[in-house]
C-alpha cells in the first residue's frame, strides 16, 4: 500500500517500523502477522502452513473448526486473521464465520476447492473478506494482510463518524480497497462490493458521497436518555420513534435512533451472549460505563460492524477485565481489557462493560503497564466532545497506533499500528479536522487518540496481549476502535488521555509494551504516538483528556497534544490538554513528549516510521505543524503523500 | 558425469510427469516450497495425501456399493478428495474428480462408478511414479528444477 508518495516509505517501512520500535528493517510488514488457519483437510493444512510461513506470517493451524474458536476465545488479540475452509465435517465454515465475526470480528478468508458463483457468494453475504479457491497459491495469500488493513481502516472510518473524513478520502478509499481486493480468485468486483457493503452498513456513513451528513455524537448524556426512554419503553417496545419522542432532543432524527437502536441491541444481545462470565463485571461495568459510554456513543459512528467487533470486544473483553481484574491483576489482562473497554466505549454496547473496565483496567493499567492500560486510560475520560475529536484521532489511529507502537517499544505493536496508519494515513488526510488524529499517528503512536484510538487499540490491544511483535494491531483493528473513547475512566490517574493509546501500543506487540512499559502503561497513555490525541485528552488527572483531544483535534492544529501524550502517561496531564490545541504544533510536541515522559522509557515517536506518513499526513493537514519529525523524521507532512 | 547424467534423468521424469498431464503447476508451487528448511517438503505433502486420502477412497468405495447411490453424500466425499488432490497438484486424478461430481449431480450411477475406477487408477499410477521420482531425487541431490514448466 502506498500511502502517499511521500510518505510511500510508511506503508511498508513504516509498517515495518511499526513492528520493530523503529529498528526494523524497513520491508518487513507484513510479517509477523499472525494467521490462524482452519482446514479440515490435513495436506491442504500443512501446505497453507508452509506458504504461510514463507510469507513470514506466524501460522497456527487447526484441523477442527471448534478448536478454532477456543483458540480464538481463549485469546481474543492473538490472531490477526483468520482463514477458514468452507466444508468441514465439525461445522460449516460460514457459521465459523459468523461466530468470529461476531465475537471477534477479525477478517476471515474463506477458501474452497468449489468455485461455484453460489458458494462465494455466500462468503461474500456471511461477511468473509475474501474467499480463495483451492488449490491456494501463495501468491493469494502475500496479501491477506491488506484485508486486516483494511478493516482497522474502515473501523477507524466509522469511529470518525463526525465527518471529519472527508468526502473525497472517503471516496479514495473505497477505491483503493478496491484495488487491494482480490486476493484472487474472485475478482476485486467482489471484494470491492463487500467492501461497500460493508460500508454500507455503517450508519450514516458518508462514504465516497460527496454530502457530508452532520453525525450525531452521541455523548453519554444523550446515550443515557437513550437507554432511559428505551428502558421505560421496555426493549422490546422500544421503537425509535417513541424513543426519539420520549428523549425529546431537538436535532435527533429517528434514524439516528434507529441505528443506535440497532448497535445498542447488538450490545445488549452481545451481553446476554457473554453474560456467563461477566454478568458480575457486567453490572459492575455498567454502572460506570454511562459516563464513559457516553464518550463512545460519540464514537459511534462506528457502523456496525464496528459495533460487533465493540461488542465482541466487550464480551471478551470483559471476561479477561473480570478474569484480569476487577482486581486488577495484572498486566496481563491489560490488554484484552482494554481493548474490550474500548470497544465498547466506542460501540456503545460495550460502554458499560468498558467503564467498569476501564477502572480497573487503569488500574491494570498502571499494574500492567502494557498492555491493557494503554487502551483503557485513554478513553475513559473521553468526553463526548472528545470522542467525537477522538473519532477523527481514531483515524488518525492508523498513525496511532503506529505511533504508539513507534514508540518505541515494540515494533511489534508498531507494525500493527504501521499497518493501520497507512490506512489511517488516508482517512487522516481525509479529516482535516482530525489534526489530532493525524498528530497522533504523527506522534508515531497508534494511541489512537483515546477514543478513536480506544477502538482501535482495543483491538490492537487484543492482539497485543501476546505479541508485542506484530501484527497486533491490525487484527485487533476493529475492535480497536473502541478503545480510547471508552476508557476515560481507565485513565488512571495518568492524564492518559489517550488511554487507549497505551492499549494501543500495547495491542501491538506485547513485546513493545513491555519495554514500553512505561509507555504502555496505558494509563500513561502510551500514547505517545497517540500523543496528539492523548494530549488532547490528557486528562489531568484522568479524566481522560480525550476531551481535550476531541475538542482540540480540530482545534488541535495548534494543540500539541502530543507532547501532552506523554506528559500524561506520567501524568503529566498538563501537556495533554494543552497539547490537544496545540495539535498543530504537534511537531514541537512530539517531542516535547518524549521529553515528557522520561518514565517513559520509550520515545514518543522514536522510529515510529509509520507515523511520519501518518503525521505527516497529519500535520499537513494541521498546516503544516511543526514536525513531529523530530523523532520520525517526518519532514513536513506530505499529508498528500500519504498514499491512499 | 554419472551425477549429471542421473539429474538429467530426475529433471527429464519431473517433465514427464508434467507432459502427461498428471501433474500441473500447484506441484511447481510446492517445489517452490521446499527449501533448506524442508528439504523434503513435497515427497512429505505427496506421503501425507495418500495417506489421508485412502481414507476417502475407502469411504466413496463403501458409498458406491449401498443401494440406492447417495449421491449428495458422495459429492461431498468427492469435493473433499478433490481439494486434496488438487492441492498436490495431481491433474488428471483431479479431472477425473470433477467428472465423478457430474456424474453425481446427474444422479448418474453407472458414470460415477466407471469413473471412480479409473480415478483410482490413475490415482495408483501417480503414487508409484512420484515415489520412484522422489528416490531418484534423493539419491541425486537437490536438483534444479530447469525445465520448469511455465
Known amino acids: 500500500m502506498n500511502l502517499g508518495s511521500g510518505q510511500g516509505s510508511m506503508s511498508t517501512a513504516s509498517s515495518s517500523g511499526a513492528w520493530k520500535a523503529g529498528d526494523v528493517v524497513p520491508d518487513q510488514f507484513p510479517a509477523g502477522l499472525r494467521v490462524l488457519v482452519v482446514d479440515d483437510d490435513p495436506t491442504c493444512l500443512m501446505i497453507l502452513e508452509k506458504m504461510l510461513r514463507t510469507c513470514l506470517y506466524e501460522v497456527t493451524k487447526c484441523n477442527r473448526a471448534e478448536t478454532a474458536l477456543s483458540l480464538l476465545r481463549g485469546n481474543k488479540s492473538g490472531f490477526d486473521i483468520v482463514i477458514s475452509d468452507v466444508h468441514m465435517p465439525d461445522m460449516d465454515g460460514f457459521k465459523l464465520l459468523e461466530h468470529i465475526g461476531l465475537e471477534m470480528d477479525l477478517p476471515v478468508i474463506m477458501m474452497s476447492a468449489d468455485d461455484g458463483k453460489h458458494v462465494v457468494m455466500k462468503g461474500v453475504t456471511h461477511g468473509a473478506c475474501d474467499y480463495l479457491i483451492k488449490p491456494v497459491r501463495i501468491e493469494a495469500l502475500k496479501n491477506i494482510w491488506q484485508h486486516v488493513v483494511r478493516k482497522r481502516k474502515n473501523e477507524w472510518k466509522d469511529l470518525e463518524q463526525s465527518g471529519s473524513v472527508e468526502d473525497g478520502d472517503r471516496q479514495q478509499k473505497p477505491s483503493e480497497d478496491v484495488d487491494y481486493s482480490s486476493s484472487a480468485n474472485e475478482g476485486n468486483w467482489k471484494n470491492s462490493k463487500r467492501r461497500k457493503d460493508e460500508e454500507d452498513d455503517a450508519e450514516e456513513r458518508d462514504d465516497t458521497s460527496t454530502l457530508k451528513k452532520p453525525r450525531v455524537v452521541w455523548s453519554v448524556e444523550l446515550h443515557q436518555q437513550f437507554v432511559a426512554a428505551v428502558n421505560q419503553l421496555g426493549i422490546d417496545k422500544a421503537v425509535p420513534k417513541k424513543i426519539l419522542e420520549l428523549m425529546n432532543v431537538p436535532g435527533l432524527t429517528r434514524e439516528n435512533v434507529a441505528s443506535h437502536l440497532q448497535k445498542y441491541r447488538l450490545y445488549l444481545r452481545r451481553l446476554s451472549g457473554v453474560s456467563q462470565h461477566q454478568n458480575g463485571l457486567n453490572n459492575s461495568f455498567m454502572g460506570p460505563q454511562e459516563a464513559t459510554f457516553g464518550s463512545i456513543s460519540s464514537l459511534n459512528g462506528l457502523d456496525l460492524q464496528t459495533l460487533a467487533v465493540a461488542g465482541q470486544l466487550p464480551a471478551q473483553s470483559l471476561a479477561t477485565l473480570q478474569a484480569a481484574g476487577l482486581g486488577r491483576s495484572t498486566g496481563k489482562s491489560g490488554l484484552p481489557m482494554p481493548l474490550v473497554d474500548q470497544r465498547n466505549l466506542f460501540s456503545f454496547e460495550a460502554p458499560k462493560f468498558r467503564y467498569g473496565e476501564g477502572q480497573q483496567q487503569q488500574q491494570q493499567l498502571s499494574n500492567s503497564s502494557k498492555q491493557m492500560n494503554l487502551l483503557h486510560g485513554i478513553p475513559t475520560t473521553m468526553e463526548p466532545k472528545q470522542l467525537a475529536t477522538l473519532r477523527h484521532s481514531a483515524q488518525s489511529f492508523g498513525s496511532i497506533n503506529m505511533q504508539v507502537n513507534a514508540h518505541g517499544n515494540d515494533s511489534s505493536s508498531l507494525l500493527m499500528q504501521m499497518a493501520q496508519p497507512h490506512s489511517r494515513a488516508q482517512i487522516l488526510n481525509e479529516t482535516t479536522g482530525n489534526h489530532v488524529s493525524r498528530i497522533a499517528s504523527s506522534m508515531g503512536q497508534p494511541v489512537l487518540s483515546n477514543g478513536i484510538a480506544g477502538g482501535l487499540l482495543t483491538r490492537n490491544v487484543i492482539v497485543e496481549n501476546g505479541r508485542g511483535a506484530g501484527f497486533n494491531p491490525v487484527s485487533q483493528g476493529p475492535s480497536v476502535v473502541e478503545f480510547p473513547m471508552n476508557h476515560t475512566a481507565e485513565l488512571p490517574g495518568n492524564s492518559f488521555p489517550l488511554g487507549t493509546n497505551p492499549g494501543i501500543s500495547s495491542i501491538q506487540s506485547k513485546g513493545l509494551l513491555e519495554e514500553v512499559s512505561s509507555e504502555i502503561k496505558g494509563s500513561r497513555g502510551f500514547v505517545p504516538s497517540y500523543d496528539i490525541f492523548n494530549e488532547l485528552h490528557q486528562p489531568k488527572s484522568q479524566d481522560w483528556e480525550l476531551q481535550n483531544v476531541g475538542l482540540t483535534f480540530n482545534a488541535s492544529q495548534h494543540a500539541n497534544s502530543i507532547p501532552g501524550n506523554l506528559g500524561s502517561e506520567h501524568g503529566n496531564t498538563h501537556n495533554i490538554s494543552q497539547h490537544l490545541n496545540t495539535l498543530v504544533d504537534s511537531s514541537s510536541r512530539v517531542k516535547t513528549e518524549k521529553i515528557l515522559d522520561p518514565c517513559c522509557e520509550i520515545t514518543p515517536f522514536p522510529e515510529h516510521y509509520v507515523q511520519e506518513d501518518l503525521m505527516s499526513a497529519l500535520l499537513k493537514q494541521q498546516e503544516g505543524i511543526g514536525p513531529v519529525e523530530g523523532e520520525f523524521d517526518f519532514d513536513g507532512y506530505s499529508m498528500d503523500n500519504i498514499p491512499v | ?150
Open chain 2, 1 to 150: 558425469m554419472e551425477r549429471t547424467q542421473q539429474h538429467r534423468q530426475v529433471a527429464h521424469m519431473r517433465q514427464s510427469l508434467f507432459d502427461q498431464g498428471l501433474l500441473d503447476e500447484q506441484f511447481v508451487q510446492l517445489e517452490e516450497l521446499q527449501d533448506d528448511a524442508n528439504p523434503n517438503f513435497v515427497e512429505e505433502v505427496v506421503t501425507l495425501f495418500y495417506r489421508d486420502s485412502a481414507r476417502l477412497v475407502l469411504n466413496i468405495d463403501q458409498a458406491l456399493d449401498k443401494t440406492p447411490l447417495d449421491f449428495s453424500k458422495l459429492d461431498s466425499y468427492m469435493h473433499q478428495f478433490k481439494g486434496s488432490a488438487s492441492s498436490i497438484g495431481a491433474k488428471k486424478v483431479k479431472g477425473e474428480c470433477t467428472l465423478f461430481r457430474e456424474y453425481c449431480k446427474a444422479g448418474n450411477g453407472e458414470g460415477c462408478m466407471k469413473t471412480f475406477q479409473q480415478l483410482k487408477k490413475d490415482y495408483a499410477v501417480l503414487r508409484k511414479k512420484l515415489e520412484t521420482y522422489f528416490q531418484l531425487a534423493r539419491q541425486v541431490g537437490p536438483v534444479e528444477t530447469a525445465c520448469r514448466r511455465k
